[in-house]
């Protein structure tokens, strides 16, 4: 089947090195963070990853939401994600931490549940790295 949008991206020097997408609005040096022995001072492919999939997931969100005439402009996702050492070598985690103001905690979890079932990232990475959902506060009581 063919992608009606592919988004593409060129890396040269790996993690550190530059990467530049084909439409020029990702034109960036990557590099090592402090955390592993790295220069730090520019983005990261983890930092990468965590916007397009926060990005992402709101977007699912937000079309679940309306469905039920939910208002979501002043919501949230924020991504985190982690390198974490396994079994000799590097593993993603992710976190997802969605702010949905004025909605109720049980709705707020059904909507979140949703997206993660529908949303391409979640889709792309379930059973092959954790993700972890998080509602934080406050919510409607």
Do not use: W
Not at 35 to 48: D, I, K, S, W
Not at 74 to 94: F, I, K, Q, S
Request: charged share 20%; hydrophobic share 40%; net charge negative.
């Amino acid at each position: 089947m063919e992608a009606p949008y592919v988004a593409s991206a060129t890396s040269k020097g790996g993690r550190s090195g530059h990467v530049r997408s084909e439409s020029g609005f990702i034109d960036q040096a990557v590099v090592v963070p402090t955390e592993f022995g790295g220069p730090g001072g520019a983005t990261n492919p983890e930092e990468l990853f965590a916007a397009g999939y926060a990005s992402c997931f709101l977007s699912a969100l937000g079309l679940l939401a309306a469905k039920r005439e939910i208002d979501t402009t002043e919501a949230t996702v924020t991504a985190d994600v982690g390198l974490v050492l396994e079994g000799g070598g590097l593993d993603l985690r992710v976190e997802l931490v969605v702010r949905l103001p004025g909605v109720e905690r049980e709705l707020a979890e059904k909507l979140v549940s949703r997206a993660h079932d529908v949303c391409p990232y979640s889709r792309a990475t379930r059973g092959n790295i954790p993700v972890d959902l998080m509602i934080a506060e406050p919510v409607a009581a």
